[in-house]
Structure formats: C-alpha cells, structure tokens
C-alpha cells in the first residue's frame, strides 16, 4: 500500500515519450496508483496497448498523439488538454533522442546538432512554456520533471550533442525553478544512469557496454526501471512541496565514482 503522502491519486500527469522504455514505465506505476496520465508519443499503436494493458487500473489514461518537434499541433493539443480537463499538475518531459551512430566532434555538422537539441531541449522549452503558463492561470501549484542524464555531470568519449543537451537540460531545470516559483511551480530533472531501454540497447549489451557497466558504475549494475519508482513518486506527488531546482542522480554512484 502506498504511502498517504506520496499519493498521485486522482493527479492529471502529462508524460511524453509514453510508447517505449522510461516514459512507458512511469505511465504504467503512475496509472497504477491512480493517476489520470495523459500518455504522449508518436507511435499510437504502442500508446493503445498502453492503454489496454492499463484497462483494469485505478488509474485512466488518455492518449495524445504528438510529435513534440510539431510547435504548431503541440500548443494546439495542449491548449485543447487543458481546457478540456482543466489543466494538469504534473508534466513529465521525458521524451529524448540520441543518435544511434556515435560520431567524433570533427565528423559532426550542423543537423547533427540540430536534431539533438530540437528533441532534447528546444522541445522541452516549449511544453514547459505552454504547460507552465497554463498552471499558472489556473493556479495550478503544479510540479515539472525533466529528464535529464549522468552525462550531465560526467564526459564520456563520442556522441558529444546528447551529453550537451542534457547538461542544458539541468541547467534549463534550475533557470525555469527560479522564474516559476512565484507561481509555486516546481520544476525538478531527474539524471537516470544505465537503464535498458531502446535508446541503449545494442551498447549495454555488446563487450564494450557490459565493460563499461562494471568498471565505472559502483554499484557494478545497469538500474531496474522500479528503481525510478520512488523519485517519480516523490517528485510527481504533494511529498515534494519544498523542492524546486535539483537535478537528482538515480545512477548507481556513477557520477560520485573516483577517478583514479
Ligand atoms: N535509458 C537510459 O539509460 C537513459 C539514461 C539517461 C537518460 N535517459 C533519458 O530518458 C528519456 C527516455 O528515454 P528511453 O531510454 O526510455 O528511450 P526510448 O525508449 O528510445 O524512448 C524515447 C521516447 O521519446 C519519444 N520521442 C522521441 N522523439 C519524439 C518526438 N519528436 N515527438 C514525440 N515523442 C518523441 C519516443 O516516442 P515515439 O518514437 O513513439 O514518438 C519514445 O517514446 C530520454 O530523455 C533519455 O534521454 C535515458
């Protein structure tokens, strides 16, 4: 059973990137202690079967369909949302992208930027932006969690634009606490370390990716995706109340480990 003071019952919880792997598992655990998500994605074929897997819950999704690359259709939809259901509390931008070919910097030109920072920031900006404004006109003292990354902190070799766009991603999280707070809006990034999704697959299960696992991360072990359930509880919930601005690790200690 729950506890009270985590409970989401009854919270209306906008998650992007609801179709696969981390957005995928916090609809499910969110729904299954009785929250309304409103599920994101492109792939409505894998946000159905969400919601049919989800039938029997306490919980209620909604599925929205969105390109979030799309400025247009997003403050379209959102605007829609929010009238409709009047508002959400809590906004999950967790929807990310990252290159599957690992270029080095000298190999890398503009759209390889672009690409990287359209999804993984410039999208981000503009859900908060609309989602926040609407809080705030209807009062909402609602909670924003981005999803940030480990390479927030730490540099690995290779694929230089997502380890930058999560790092902006953090910083983004402390900008939006500080100018949102007078409308007691909190906005929090969560850093997930090594966790099984698509995104990762094919590195964390080659040699080199299992190495990697062993030798820097202290714990010696990718993460189980119930291993998030508690900070998606904490932050998405009325036990957060006082904390605006973090970026917390669910890592495994891999940013604190030593150097040498
Ligand atoms: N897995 C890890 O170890 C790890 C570690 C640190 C951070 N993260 C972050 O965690 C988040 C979730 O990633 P994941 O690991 O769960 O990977 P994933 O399974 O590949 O999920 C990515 C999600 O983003 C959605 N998405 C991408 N571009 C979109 C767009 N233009 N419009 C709407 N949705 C879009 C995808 O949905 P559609 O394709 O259906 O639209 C998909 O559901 C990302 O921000 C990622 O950077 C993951």
Redesign the pocket.
Known sequence: MQNKIFSVKDKKILI?????????HFSKILVEAGAHVIA????VN?LQDLKNEAQDKIGKITILP????DYNSVDIKLTDLFQGINGIDVLIN?????PKVKKPIFETNLDDWDEVFN??LK?LWNLTKITAKDMSTRKIQGSIIN????VANRTRIGNPMYGIS?TAVASLTQKLALEFAQYKIRVNAI??????????RNYILSPQGQETIKRTIPLERIGEYSELNGIIFLLSSNASTYITGECIFIDGGYVVNSVT
């Open positions: 992007t990137g609801a179709s696969t792997g981390l957005g995928r994101c994605a492109r792939r894998l969105l390109d979030i690359l967790n929807a990310g992208y990252s999804t993984n999208a999803i940030s990354s480990t999560k850093a997930p370390g090594f966790f099984e999704t698509d995104m990762n």
